[in-house]
Structure formats: structure tokens, C-alpha cells
């Protein structure tokens, strides 16, 4: 096996082939199935995998990316956890098999369903640098999710800012930047409830007299930017948290979604729970019965920032007409490559949309505080900071700022002289840049 450090490298959406990628978990092995358009059976390949050693590799990986905001050190945890030989070994079969311009399809099993498998590095290669990469349950349903494909992305409905809960930071920008490129339809605030998306896409199929009476086709994209709930007792009661309640994964068996390419820009949206045999619970697995021909998800708790970016990016590529996996590719290796000027100036562009008086003008202010503390601006930092003490509106706000604005006080009048460093790439981990999985068609 040979494999050669490359840097990450634009695919060609119209050069390739599709490569399907299953595994199989026994208690010693790992089964892994190769199948292509060309291929007149799958290739089996056979690694020893131990999966008591793969399940106490991956469930404190998932845990400690939850806790990154809150300790950075398990991020270090997280990244040595990705790098480890039984993962490596894992995906290394794959690099063997693929050509350039591949597009990847990857058939998680148990544990690794909750694995970044697009991220693992292979002697420094990720299968994200240079591919396009989507996950999918199963063949068969991969199959389902083509023939819901609709084709049409032109309207868009955002479900965002449900009071009640803590507000998304960029909520707003991820509205306005479907606004732009799409026929977009916005439920906001308190409007942003259960009970009116469940009247909007609940139900059968409209007909011409329920259409002239307000009940509208699916849209092409569902956006909903709200906090993601995950309930290990109860996978289908796990959801999204809206004005009124929660909306759960039961909810969503019951709606219509045919052709609607569902964006959840939540927390940990994507994690699912499995039954023996591999059954598939939770969001996912709903909103594909439902009817939408892909889900776009998130593994782990994330970044607010490098979520705004990343999906803003997104909805650039398909409001450009590039199918959502190579849009999702495109964004991922644009995100790596963003300085903190980038950061800055993005910080400072979502502040103007949202204007003084949104719920979430003190959090962007602190953003862009604690941007301007790694990139060792301190005087900057100490200004976002007092601004954003200025804005802040519940104590929980306050008390955030305090902290940045002392240190950043501290560090500025130490008489620190070090130069201020805003071509510095942030987004390089996959903590930022992969938690998005695309499952479901690719188109």
C-alpha cells in the first residue's frame, strides 16, 4: 500500500465515478464492501478489528467534541483519537481504490456511524481533501433517496430564533444568506414553532384546492436553525427545540418532505442511536422516510462561527447549481483556508445584518473579542469586549464577556508588544471543518 501526502484540491464535479463503500462490524473484523458502476460484484476486503477496543476508541472521542467549547484540551483527545491505528486501518483500504475525481459514498456500521470516517488522516491525507464524500444508512436506501430527488432547489424555508431557547448567534445570517439566493419563506421568533411547521408540511400532498387555500408545496431546502436535542433513552423523541416545543423525530415521519434537501444547523443533529441489525433511529432516518432525498447534519457539538461560514459557503454552491455533495466539499476546503482577517470580516458583516437590538448583538461582539485575542490584538479585543458587555442582555451574557474583557484588559495594558497576526488559519482542525455529513442522494 502506497499513498502520498497531497494537498487539499478542488474535485471536478463532472469527472468520476461514484465508489460505494460498506462496512460490517463482527466482534474480530471488520468486513469492507467495494462497489462501483463497473464493478460486477463487490470487492471484499477483510481488516482485524477488535469491537470492544473500536467502541472504547469512539465513545469518548464523541465526548470529548462535545466538550470543546467548554475545555480545549479535548480537543487534543478528539484529534489523537481520529489519528489512532484502528481507524486509520479502517479507512486506509479506501485510499488504495479510488481515483481522482471519485466521488465517495460511505455505509457506516455500529460505532462508526458517529465517526468523521471523511476526516481520518491516512499518512496525512484525508479522504475530504480532495473528494467529495456522503454517507448513506444503507444501498438500498441510498436508492430510496434518489427517487425522491426532485431537482428543483429554488425555494427555501427558514425555521430560525425560536424565543424560549438560547439564541443562535448567527441565526440571521444564515437566514439572510438563503434570502439571497433563493425564493426564501421565513418562520422567525415566535413564529419559528411546531405547530406551524406541522401545518405547513404535515399531512398528504396538496391538491389544487388545498394549494389555492395557502397549503404550499415542500419547499427545496428546510433550514431550521435551532438548538438539536439528542435523547439516548428515546432516539425518536430526540429533535429540535422550537417556539412551542420540541419538534421530534416522531414528528417528522409524519411530514412532507419529498424532494426537500433538510438542513439541520443545530447541535449534534446527526447522531443517531442503532438496533441490533443496524436499524438506523432517530432525525435522520425520519426525515429520509419523510421524504427528503438528503439530510444535512452535524456529529457534534458545533462551533457557531465555523458553522456560519461553512454553510453560507454551502448555499453558495447550490444556489450556483453544484450538486450538495460537491457543494458541501467546495465549503469544507474553503473553510480551511479562511484567516482570521477572513473571520473578522465576516463577524463584522453578520453584526450589520443583525443590527443592535437582535438577541444575539452582544455574543457577535464577544466573537469577534475572542477573534481578536488570538490574533493577539489585544486593544481591538478590549473594544469588541466593552461593546459587548454594553449589549449584553441576560447575566449568563454578562458574566461570558467579563471574562474576555478582563483578560484582554490584563493583556493590553501589560505593554505586550507582539505583532498583531490576521493571516493565521483557524479552521484547519476537522473539529470545525467536518462536522457536517451530507446523507442521503448527492444531487
Known amino acids: 500500500m502506497s499513498r502520498r501526502k497531497s ?35 463487490p470487492e471484499l476486503v477483510t481488516v482485524p478489528v477488535d469491537a470492544r477496543q473500536l467502541d472504547e476508541l469512539v465513545v469518548p472521542m464523541v465526548h470529548a467534541l462535545d466538550r470543546v467549547a467548554e475545555d480545549p484540551a479535548a480537543l487534543e483527545q478528539a484529534t489523537t483519537v481520529l489519528g489512532d491505528p484502528i481507524l486509520v486501518g479502517l479507512v486506509a483500504p479506501i485510499f488504495d481504490r479510488i481515483r481522482p475525481g471519485d ?43 434518489q427517487a425522491n430527488r426532485r431537482g428543483d432547489r429554488s425555494t427555501a424555508l427558514v425555521v430560525a430564533d425560536p424565543p424560549g431557547t438560547e439564541p443562535l448567534t448567527f441565526g440571521q445570517v444564515h437566514a439572510t444568506a438563503l434570502s439571497g439566493r433563493f425564493d426564501c419563506d421565513r418562520m422567525q421568533g415566535a413564529d419559528a414553532s411546531r405547530a406551524e411547521l406541522l401545518r405547513r408540511l404535515g399531512g ?22 435551532a438548538h438539536g436535542v439528542f435523547d439516548p433513552e428515546e432516539p425518536m423523541g430526540s429533535g429540535v427545540e422550537l417556539a412551542d416545543g420540541r419538534l421530534t423525530a416522531t414528528d417528522m415521519f409524519g411530514m412532507r418532505l419529498t424532494g426537500t434537501l433538510v438542513v439541520l444547523a443545530a ?49 453558495r454552491g447550490l444556489g450556483d447549481g453544484l450538486p450538495a455533495v460537491v457543494a458541501l466539499h467546495r465549503a469544507q476546503s474553503w473553510l480551511r483556508r479562511r484567516t482570521i482577517a477572513d473571520l473578522l470580516a465576516y463577524v463584522e458583516q453578520a453584526r450589520d445584518r443583525a443590527g443592535p437590538d437582535h438577541p444575539a448583538a452582544s455574543r457577535l461582539a464577544l466573537a469577534e473579542a475572542r477573534i481578536r485575542l488570538v490574533a493577539r490584538d489585544f486593544v481591538g479585543a ?11 442582555g441576560t447575566d449568563r451574557d454578562r458574566r461570558r464577556v467579563e471574562n474576555v474583557l478582563h483578560r484582554a484588559r490584563f493583556l493590553a ?13 483557524l479552521y484547519g482542525s476537522f473539529f470545525f471543518w467536518a462536522p457536517f455529513v451530507l446523507v442521503g442522494d448527492w444531487d
Not at 468523521?116 to 491516512?122: I, N, Q, R
Not at 419523510?290 to 457557531?304: F, N, Q, T
Not at 495594558?413 to 488559519?425: K, N, T
Request: net charge negative; with cysteine; charged share 20%.
Open 413 to 425: 495594558g501589560a505593554g505586550v508588544r507582539v505583532p498583531v497576526d490576521l493571516g493565521r488559519r
Open 382 to 392: 478590549t473594544n469588541a469586549a466593552q461593546a459587548a458587555l454594553t449589549l449584553a
Open 7 to 41: 494537498q487539499p484540491e478542488e474535485s471536478d464535479p463532472s469527472v468520476g465515478r461514484l465508489v460505494l463503500v460498506e462496512y460490517y462490524l463482527t466482534e474480530d473484523r471488520a468486513l469492507i464492501f467495494f462497489i462501483t458502476a463497473e464493478s460486477a460484484e
Open 103 to 145: 466521488w465517495i459514498y460511505l455505509v457506516p456500521h455500529g460505532p462508526l456511524h458517529r465517526v468523521p470516517l471523511h476526516a481520518v488522516p491516512c499518512q496525512g491525507v484525508r479522504l475530504a481533501d480532495a473528494h467529495p464524500v456522503a454517507y448513506t444508512p444503507s444501498a438500498s436506501v441510498l436508492r430510496y433517496c
Open 204 to 225: 398528504p400532498a396538496p391538491d389544487a384546492v388545498t394549494a389555492d387555500a395557502g397549503h404550499r408545496p415542500p419547499p427545496g431546502i428546510l433550514h431550521v436553525g
Open 267 to 315: 447541535c449534534r443533529t446527526g447522531v443517531s442511536d442503532t438496533r441490533p441489525g443496524d436499524e438506523l433511529l432517530g432525525l435522520i432516518r425520519a426525515l429520509l422516510y419523510a421524504g427528503a432525498p438528503a439530510v444535512l447534519v452535524s456529529l457534534w457539538k458545533v462551533d457557531e462561527l465555523s458553522t456560519a461560514m461553512l454553510l453560507d459557503e454551502f448555499y
